[in-house]
């Protein structure tokens, strides 16, 4: 698919193997990264992407300087932040609008909280924000705040970003939106509380009948993120 990935990051190794899965689909993915002291720079050279140090004192002239000097190999770009993930529903709609260009030259896109798995029910709307865009047609301003000024018609998508940070402590068997289906299973189709509650329900039964030498079956639990490459868990590495 002819688009770029731009993944804002710092010290993000619990977030960014999940987000650099959800677009494996694009062969131009570039990390900005802001001073990371984890193995965040390592799990991006391990799945290809390109990396940059950001340049600037704030945020917007942090992403000014990469929209101007970063060599992006397509002229749209999608924006992401590392605990976000590509929707299948946002991945085939970008495909879909390669074939259906308007009059547009940015396009703002929902941004769908999740926890556990679940949409958050809290009465609070989505977020909508400008992701996807014509890199030369968008510029930043307003220090830290980032405010996007678009030169051009603006368009909305239908499809979410979805938005599940690692660093909540929280399982995520599946990152669902409503219509489109899930990104990826991270747990191995389990839930890690039922797996928990069979743990003890086989222990509890095995101590009860006085089998002691009889081995209860544990239940395995997934890593939090999704499958890595090696098959080794980002939190678990040893950066140099």
């Known amino acids: 698919m002819s688009v770029s990935i731009l993944i804002l990051t710092k010290s993000e190794e619990k977030s960014l193997p999940r987000c650099l899965d959800s677009v494996r689909w694009s062969d131009d993915v570039h990390v900005l990264d802001s001073s990371s002291s984890d193995c965040t720079l390592e799990i991006a050279a391990e799945y290809g992407a390109k990396v940059t140090r950001q340049v600037g004192d704030d945020r917007a002239a942090q992403l000014n300087a990469a929209l101007d000097h970063v060599p992006f190999k397509y002229p749209w770009l999608l924006l992401l932040e590392a605990d976000e993930q590509v929707t299948k529903g946002l991945e085939a709609e970008l495909a879909l609008m390669a074939f259906h260009l308007g009059p547009q030259v940015a396009y703002r896109v929902r941004r769908r909280r999740f926890v556990g798995g679940q949409l958050l029910k809290n009465g609070k709307r989505d977020s909508t924000e400008l992701r996807y865009f014509s890199w030369d047609s968008v510029r930043y301003e307003g220090g830290d705040q980032a405010v996007a000024v678009v030169d051009g018609l603006v368009g909305e998508l239908e499809a979410p970003i979805g938005h599940d ?76």
Not at 191 to 220: E, H, I, M, S, Y
Not at 226 to 231: R, T
């Open 165 to 240: 940070p690692a660093d909540q402590g929280i399982a995520r068997p599946h990152l669902q939106d409503e219509s489109h289906g899930s990104i990826r299973p991270s747990l191995q189709g389990r839930n890690p509380g039922r797996c928990l509650l069979d743990f003890a329900r086989t222990l509890f039964q095995g101590l009860a009948r006085g089998n002691k030498g009889q081995t209860a079956f544990v239940p395995k639990l997934g890593a939090f993120g999704a499958s890595h490459p090696g098959g080794q868990s980002p939190a678990k590495r040893l950066c140099l």
